[in-house]
């Protein structure tokens, strides 16, 4: 890392994560350094992207590669992936990763669901993401270990009346990519009739 100092840029903001996302866009879209946003639910101190990259244009706005952390967890999925979405570029390369805890027992097919509040292949198209793994039924991280460690720790003390158990609960980390087709320029637009839009956007807002 320290060797790579003169090629890596590390830029800070406090603040709510949806507030960014939206500035930037704003800034992407427009050059207006605010759109409107406080800085978080707590204050009403605007966010401006005011830092000296910013200011000179020289900070980028999309990226190759989006990390949300478990932030699914706070703010929801949707609100999420809306905020973030259109800052990931429109490349095959590019990816956003999100992290999620639930409870076990659950197949995948349920979570992503439960994800986007409705069936995967509308919302992905709308969200312009969608589900890496859900779509090759195929991923690249193992959750063994956490399984095993959970077997291994439900052990009887001795003389103990009661075993240790551990959480219920399972870290799973999802990587969501543009669909496939999509113009390097931008997303291809959808049309819906009406009453289907009303249906699909009823059964997300129940």
Same mark, same amino acid.
């Given at each position: 890392?320290?060797?790579?100092?003169?090629?890596?840029?590390?830029?800070?903001?406090?603040?709510?994560?949806?507030?960014?996302?939206?500035?930037?866009?704003?800034?992407?879209?427009?050059?207006?350094?605010?759109?409107?946003?406080?800085?978080?639910?707590?204050?009403?101190?605007?966010?401006?992207?005011?830092?000296?990259?910013?200011?000179?244009?020289?900070?980028?706005?999309?990226?190759?590669?989006?990390?949300?952390?478990?932030?699914?967890?706070?703010?929801?999925?949707?609100?999420?992936?809306?905020?973030?979405? !259109?800052?990931? !570029?429109?490349?095959?390369?590019?990816?956003?990763?999100?992290?999620?805890?639930?409870? !076990?027992? !659950?197949?995948?097919?349920?979570?992503?669901?439960?994800?986007?509040?409705?069936?995967?292949?509308?919302?992905?198209?709308?969200?312009?993401?969608?589900?890496?793994?859900?779509?090759?039924?195929?991923?690249?991280?193992?959750?063994?270990?956490?399984?095993?460690?959970?077997?291994?720790?439900?052990?009887?003390?001795?003389?103990?009346?009661?075993?240790?158990?551990?959480?219920?609960?399972?870290?799973?980390?999802?990587?969501?990519?543009?669909?496939?087709?999509?113009?390097?320029?931008?997303?291809?637009?959808?049309?819906?009739?009406?009453?289907?839009?009303?249906?699909?956007?009823?059964?997300?807002?129940?």
């Amino acid at each position: 890392f320290r060797k790579n100092l003169s090629n890596i840029t590390l830029r800070f903001c406090v603040g709510d994560a949806l507030s960014i996302a939206h500035t930037l866009h704003q800034l992407r879209m427009t050059g207006a350094d605010r759109a409107g946003w406080y800085r978080n639910q707590y204050c009403v101190q605007p966010l401006i992207l005011n830092g000296p990259d910013y200011a000179a244009k020289k900070a980028p706005v999309d990226f190759d590669v989006i990390d949300t952390s478990n932030l699914c967890d706070y703010v929801g999925p949707l609100c999420l992936f809306a905020a973030t979405s !259109r800052l990931l !570029r429109s490349q095959p390369t590019s990816i956003l990763y999100a992290e999620v805890h639930l409870k !076990r027992g !659950r197949t995948y097919q349920e979570i992503i669901e439960d994800m986007l509040c409705g069936d995967v292949p509308t919302m992905s198209s709308f969200l312009g993401l969608f589900p890496l793994e859900f779509c090759t039924n195929t991923s690249s991280t193992s959750y063994l270990s956490e399984i095993l460690y959970d077997v291994l720790a439900e052990v009887r003390q001795p003389g103990a009346a009661s075993t240790i158990k551990t959480s219920d609960q399972i870290y799973l980390r999802t990587s969501w990519k543009r669909p496939p087709g999509s113009a390097p320029g931008g997303l291809q637009k959808m049309v819906f009739g009406p009453r289907e839009l009303a249906l699909v956007l009823h059964a997300v807002y129940k």
